[in-house]
C-alpha cells in the first residue's frame, strides 16, 4: 500500500466514525408525527388546596378495582409537618385511603408522633399518582414490551403481556409502581384512561371536592389545565432525574420527595 | 460436507428456524413498534383499547341528578355542595337494577376525613369547621344531629 492510499483511506476511517449511529437513522414521518399529536394527558395537583379527607384514593381503589384493604394503591396522599426546629415528618398511613383523622405522624412499625400546635411552621398534604412522565423510566427497563407510552402520553401495563419481573417497580423514581396482588402483573395509575377516553375525569378528580386535582391536555391552548402550566409558577417531582414528568404542582417546596 | 463439525451447526439452524416460526405464530400482529418510538413505544396495540373499555364506576352527580332531582337541586347552595354523592352513597354503577339500595357509608370515620382538626397552617384544612373525635360525642354517629346535605350549624 503507497503512503498516499494509506491516509486516503485512514482520513475516511476516521471521517466514518465520527458519524453518531443516529445521523445514519430514517427519519420516520410517523415518528415526528407522534411527536405533535393533538392529544397529550396532563395532570395538575394543588397542594394549598388539599385538605387530606382521601376520597380520593378511595374511589381511585374502588373505581380501579385495586384490593381494598392490601397496601398498595395507584394514588395517595402525603403529610408534611414541618417543626420550628426544622424537622420534617411525613407519613401516609394506607396511602390515606381514610383520610388523616389524627395529628399522631405515622412513624411506621407502631410508632406514632404527636407534634403540638405551637410547634408546627408548616403543615399540609401533597397527592401522588404516576407522572406519566414523557421520558418513562420504567418502560425502558420492560424486557418484553408490556408496558409502554401511548400516542396520548398515559404509560399504560398490558397485563397480557407483563411476565411479573419487577424491573419497572424498581425503576420508578416516584415510587408509582406495585405489584397487582390479584393480577400478579404490575400496576400503575393510568389517569383512569376507561374514563377519559369516555369524556369523563378521573375517578380522583371527580371525588376530591376542593379542586386540587385536575386533568388536562396539554395540546390544547384553550384547556384551563394546561392555561395554569403555561402562565403560573408550577413544579414537577425529581425533576433532576429527566424523566418530563407530566404531573405539576402548585405550591411544592423542597421537602416534598 | 459430512462432517462432525458440520453436523451441530445444522442443529443450531433447525431451532433457530423453529423459534422463528413459532413467533411468527405467538406473537400477535398488531405488537411491534408504534407511533411513540422503539424505546417506548414497543406494545401490542390492541391493548390501548383493552384499557379504554371497562365501565366507568363512579357516575356523577348529573347520573343521580336523573332520578334523585330532590335531593341534587340546591346542593351547590349547601357547604357540602362541593362533595360528589358517591362519595357517600357509593359508586353508581348498575343502579338501580343492580344494586337497586346503594351502601350509604354513615360511619364517624366518614366525617373525620374532613372534620377532624388538624393544625396545619398552609393547608386548607385549618378553613374547615373541625372537631376533637376524642371529646366531640365519641362513639356517635353524625347524622344523629348533623344533616350531611345541609349542614348548616344555625339550623340544627
Known sequence: MKRRDFLKHSIFAIAGAGVPLSA????????????????????????????GCGFCVKACKTENDTPYDANVTRTWVERYVMTQEGKTYADSPKGARDGFTTSKIDLGRGNYREI????????????????QCDNPPCVQV???????????????????????????????????????????????????YHRIHQGMKTACVDACPYGARRIGNLRDPDDPVTRVVMTQRVGVLKDEFGTKPQAFYIGLNREVR | MKSHVWRPLWVFLAIVAVILL???????????????????????????????????????AVYCAECHEEKT???????????????????????????????????RELCLRCHAWLPYPTSGRMAIPGIDPQSHNPGEECSSCHDPHHPNLEEM
Open chain 1, 24 to 51: 445514519l437513522q430514517l427519519v420516520d414521518p410517523k415518528e415526528l408525527f407522534a411527536a405533535r399529536p393533538e392529544l397529550r394527558w396532563i395532570f395538575l395537583v394543588d397542594t394549598y388546596k388539599c385538605v
Open chain 1, 116 to 131: 403540638k400546635e405551637g410547634e408546627i411552621e408548616q403543615g399540609f398534604f401533597v397527592p401522588k399518582l404516576c407522572n
Open chain 1, 142 to 192: 420492560c424486557p418484553v414490551g408490556a408496558t409502554y407510552k401511548a400516542p396520548d402520553g398515559v404509560v399504560l401495563v398490558d397485563r397480557k403481556w407483563c411476565i411479573g419481573c419487577g424491573y419497572c417497580i424498581m425503576g420508578c423514581p416516584y415510587g408509582v409502581r406495585f405489584f397487582h396482588p390479584e393480577h400478579h402483573v404490575a400496576e400503575k395509575c393510568n389517569f383512569c
Open chain 2, 22 to 60: 413459532a413467533r411468527v405464530f405467538l406473537v400477535p400482529e398488531d405488537f411491534g413498534v408504534h407511533e411513540t418510538g422503539y424505546m417506548y413505544g414497543w406494545y401490542r396495540e390492541g391493548n390501548v383499547q383493552e384499557w379504554k373499555d371497562p365501565q366507568p364506576k363512579y357516575l356523577g
Open chain 2, 73 to 107: 337541586t340546591g346542593r351547590d347552595a349547601s357547604p357540602h355542595g362541593a362533595i360528589q354523592c358517591e362519595n357517600c352513597h357509593g359508586p353508581a354503577l348498575g343502579h338501580p337494577d343492580d344494586p337497586p339500595a346503594l351502601a350509604i357509608d354513615r360511619s
